[in-house]
C-alpha cells in the first residue's frame, strides 16, 4: 500500500439539489486491490462510484487518476469501466456485439475484436452464447455478460454497482467466487458497492464502511469486523452486543469497566481515563455462556436463556440479562462439549476472554 | 363473469357490425363495381369487364401515382425530420410541461382538418398573414407565390400528419432506458455514436409505427392537394374523388380505389414484416 494510489478522492462533494449525497469525501484507490463501498442504501456509495465514472458531476473536489485530474473529462474518456446493477445490457444487440460495443469504438481489427471477445466470454465462462440475445439469457448470464462487456475493454478500474443484488442467494455466492477469480486473473483494480456486509467482508481487500455521505472507516475487513472504530461501523457490519459501562481503573494497556457492578478488565485501546463512561463492544461469537458463575472464576453477568435457535454448526441463544439487556450469543459445536443446548428459561452466566472486546 | 362476458360480446359486436356496414359492405360495391361497365343512365351497369383495370394502367394514370408516392414519401420524410428531435424533446422534459405541450399538439384535432386547411389558404395567399408578415419586415419584395404550389400541399400534409409521427415516436423514446445511454457512454461512446447504435435502433419501432401512418395516409388524402395545390397536383385520392364526383366515372374510380388499397396493403405487409423483426431483434420486454 505504500504505492502511489491510482484514483484518489479529495474532499469530494456531489449534492443534488439540496441533498448532500457525498460529503467532502477523502479516498485513495490502489492499484490492483479489491476495495468495497459498503454502506446502508442512500449512503452515497454509488454516486461515488458514478462521480468515478464521470457519469455525475463534482459539486467540490477532486478526482484524479495516475496523478492528473479528471474532473471535468467525460466518460467516454476515461479508463474505467462500469458494471451496472440493472445489467444496462443493449436489447437490440446479441451477447457478442454487446460485449464487442466498446471494441468496435476503438479499433476496427474484426478479427482483433473477435479474438478479444472470445476471450472476455471465456474468462466469464460464457463461450457458445455469442448468438444470444440479453432477453434469451437468465439473470446470472446476464450478470456475466455485463462483466465481460466491461472487462474486455482492459480499463485500470472496474467499478461494480451493486453488481449481485439482482441474482438469488445461491448464485450470489458462486459469483463472489467467480468475481474473485476474475479479479485475480485480471490483476486489475476493482472497486464494488454493495449493501450486504457479508459479500463484502467475504470479498474485499479493504472495506470503507459508509454512511450519509462520508467514510466512517476504512480497512481489512478483519479490522472492520474485529476493530470497529465507532458505534456505526459496529452495528452495521455483523451484529453486535454493547454494554454501558465507567472506567473504575487504569494500568499500563489496560482497564478495569464496571459493567452492572462486574469489574472486567478489558484492553484499553480507547486510552480511556478513569471514570470515564464506555461502551463494551463484543460479538456474539465472542460470548462465552457457563452454567455456574464461579466456572471460570471471574467476573460475569447473570440471566436466563430466552431462545434457544438451533443452526446447524452453531447454537444461537437469545439471553436476557438480570440488569435489563437483552443480548445475542452465537456458539459453535465442538465434539467435546457436548452441553451446549440449554433450556429456555435456563439461568446462565455470560463473561468473555480479556482482549476479545471492543472499547468505544 | 356473466356479465363480463356479455359486455365483451356486445362491444366487439357492436365494433364489428359498425366496420362491417360503414366499411366492408362499402368496399365490396367498390370492388364490385370495379368490373362493372359504366352507364350514363344508371351509373353503373352490371356486366363484366376488365376495361376499368386497362383504363388504369395508362400512362395518365402511372404518372398520377408516382407523383402521389413521391408527394407521400416526401411528406413521411419531412414530418419524421421534424417529428423525431420533438418527440425526443418530449420525452425527455419534465412531466408538467410535457403535459401541457402534449395537449397543445392535441387540441389542434378537435377541429375538423378541413377547416384547418382553409385555415391554411388564409395564412398562405398572395395577400395572406404570411406574406403581409415578410412584405412588413422587408424580408421580400412582393408577395410569395406559396399557395397552389407544391410548398404548399408539403406543408398541408406535413401540418396535418405531424401528430400521427409524433406520438409513436414519442412513445418508443418515452420507453428508452436511459441506463443503457449511461452505459453506451460509460464504454468510450460519444453522442453520435449513441444516437446511431443505441438511440436509433431502439426507437425504430416507433418510427416505422409513425411512418406507416404518416405514409398511407399522404397517399389518400385528396382535399389537402386539392385546396392548397390547386389544380395542378393531380394525385391518387383526386383521381379517385374526380371519377366519382365530376365524370361520373363510379367504375373507373372503383378500380382506383381497388389498385390504391393494393399499394397500401403492401406497405402495411411490409411494415409488419419490419416491425416484427424490429421487435425480435430487441426489446427486452418479451423476456
Not at chain 1, 460464457?126 to 446476464?142: D, I, T
Not at chain 1, 452495528?235 to 452492572?260: K, L, P, T, Y
Not at chain 1, 463512561?277 to 456474539?284: A, F, T, Y
Not at chain 1, 437483552?326 to 468473555?352: A, K, S
Request: hydrophobic content about 45%; glycine content about 8%; some cysteine.
Amino acid at each position: 500500500m505504500e504505492s502511489l494510489p491510482i484514483v484518489r478522492l479529495q474532499g469530494v462533494t456531489k449534492r443534488f439539489d439540496d441533498v448532500c449525497a457525498v460529503d467532502s469525501l477523502d479516498l485513495d484507490i490502489y492499484q490492483g486491490e479489491f476495495l468495497t463501498l459498503l454502506g446502508p442504501s442512500g449512503c452515497g456509495k454509488t454516486t461515488v462510484l458514478r462521480l468515478i465514472a464521470g457519469l455525475e458531476t463534482l459539486s467540490a473536489g477532486e478526482i484524479s487518476m495516475n496523478g492528473s485530474r479528471l474532473n471535468g473529462t467525460p466518460p467516454n474518456k476515461r479508463n474505467v469501466n462500469t458494471v451496472f446493477q440493472s445489467y444496462a445490457l443493449f436489447p437490440h444487440m446479441t451477447v457478442f456485439e454487446n460485449i464487442a460495443f466498446g471494441l468496435r469504438l476503438k479499433q476496427s481489427d474484426k478479427q482483433a475484436i473477435r479474438h478479444q471477445v472470445s476471450e472476455a466470454l471465456d474468462l466469464v465462462k460464457l463461450s457458445g452464447l455469442e448468438n444470444r440475445r440479453p432477453h434469451q439469457l437468465s439473470g446470472g448470464q446476464q450478470q456475466r455478460v455485463a462483466m465481460a462487456r466491461a472487462i474486455v475493454n482492459k480499463p485500470q478500474v472496474l467499478l461494480l454497482d451493486e453488481p449481485l443484488s439482482a441474482l438469488d442467494y445461491r448464485l450470489r455466492q458462486e459469483m463472489e467466487i467467480e468475481l474473485k477469480r476474475v479479479h485475480r486473473q485480471l490483476g486489475i483494480t476493482f472497486v464494488f458497492v454493495t449493501h450486504d456486509q457479508e459479500e463484502a467482508i467475504s470479498m474485499s481487500d479493504r472495506i470503507a464502511v459508509m454512511n450519509e455521505g462520508r467514510v466512517e472507516q476504512i480497512g481489512t475487513p478483519i479490522k472492520i469486523y474485529e476493530e470497529p472504530e465507532n458505534m456505526f461501523v459496529a452495528r452495521f457490519v455483523g451484529e453486535i452486543n454493547v454494554f454501558d459501562g465507567h472506567v473504575v481503573n487504569v494500568n499500563n494497556g489496560s482497564a478495569v469497566v464496571d459493567i452492572h457492578g462486574q469489574l472486567f478488565p478489558v484492553q484499553n485501546r480507547k486510552k480511556a481515563g478513569t471514570g470515564d463512561k464506555v461502551r463494551v463492544l463484543l460479538r456474539p461469537e465472542d460470548i462465552q455462556v457457563t452454567r455456574d458463575a464461579d466456572k471460570n472464576g471471574g467476573p460475569a453477568l447473570s440471566g436466563k436463556v430466552d431462545e434457544v435457535i438451533y443452526k446447524g454448526k452453531t447454537v444461537d441463544l437469545v439471553i436476557s440479562l438480570d440488569a435489563g439487556e437483552t443480548i445475542n450469543v452465537t456458539q459453535f459445536f465442538n465434539e467435546d462439549q457436548e452441553d451446549l443446548v440449554y433450556g429456555e428459561g435456563e439461568r446462565v452466566h455470560v463473561d468473555w476472554l480479556y482482549g476479545w472486546e471492543v472499547i468505544l | 363473469m356473466v356479465s363480463k362476458s356479455g359486455f365483451r360480446n356486445v362491444s366487439i359486436g357492436s365494433t364489428l357490425l359498425w366496420i362491417t356496414v360503414f366499411v366492408v359492405v362499402p368496399y365490396l360495391f367498390v370492388l364490385v363495381f370495379s368490373f362493372f361497365q359504366r352507364d350514363p343512365e344508371q351509373i353503373v351497369a352490371a356486366v363484366f369487364t376488365w376495361q376499368n383495370y386497362k383504363d388504369i394502367f395508362s400512362p395518365v394514370f402511372l404518372v398520377v401515382c408516382w407523383n402521389s408516392l413521391i408527394l407521400a414519401l416526401g411528406t413521411t420524410v419531412i414530418t419524421l425530420l421534424v417529428a423525431y428531435p420533438f418527440a425526443f424533446f418530449l420525452g425527455r422534459i419534465p412531466e408538467r410541461i410535457r403535459r401541457i405541450l402534449l395537449l397543445l399538439m392535441i387540441i389542434p384535432f378537435w377541429t375538423s382538418s378541413l377547416i384547418r386547411t382553409y385555415a391554411l389558404i388564409i395564412l398562405f395567399k398572395a395577400n395572406g398573414i404570411v406574406n403581409g408578415l415578410l412584405l412588413s419586415l422587408k424580408l421580400v419584395d412582393e408577395p410569395l407565390a406559396i399557395l397552389y404550389t407544391q410548398t404548399s400541399v408539403f406543408i398541408g400534409l406535413v401540418y396535418t400528419l405531424l401528430p400521427f409521427m409524433i406520438l409513436p415516436i414519442y412513445s418508443s423514446i418515452q420507453k428508452l432506458d436511459l441506463r443503457l445511454i449511461e452505459a453506451a457512454r460509460d464504454l468510450g461512446a460519444t453522442s453520435g455514436h449513441i444516437f446511431l447504435r443505441i438511440v436509433l435502433p431502439l426507437t425504430l419501432p416507433g418510427i416505422i409505427a409513425g411512418s406507416t401512418m404518416v405514409f398511407l395516409p399522404a397517399l389518400g388524402l385528396f382535399y389537402i392537394p386539392d385546396l392548397l395545390g390547386g389544380a395542378r397536383s393531380m394525385l391518387i385520392g383526386n383521381f379517385i374523388k374526380n371519377q366519382f364526383l365530376t365524370t361520373g366515372n363510379w367504375p373507373l374510380g372503383s378500380a382506383a380505389s381497388v389498385i390504391l388499397t393494393l399499394i397500401m396493403c403492401l406497405f402495411l405487409y411490409v411494415y409488419f414484416l419490419s416491425s416484427r423483426k424490429a421487435r425480435t431483434s430487441g426489446m427486452g420486454e418479451m423476456a
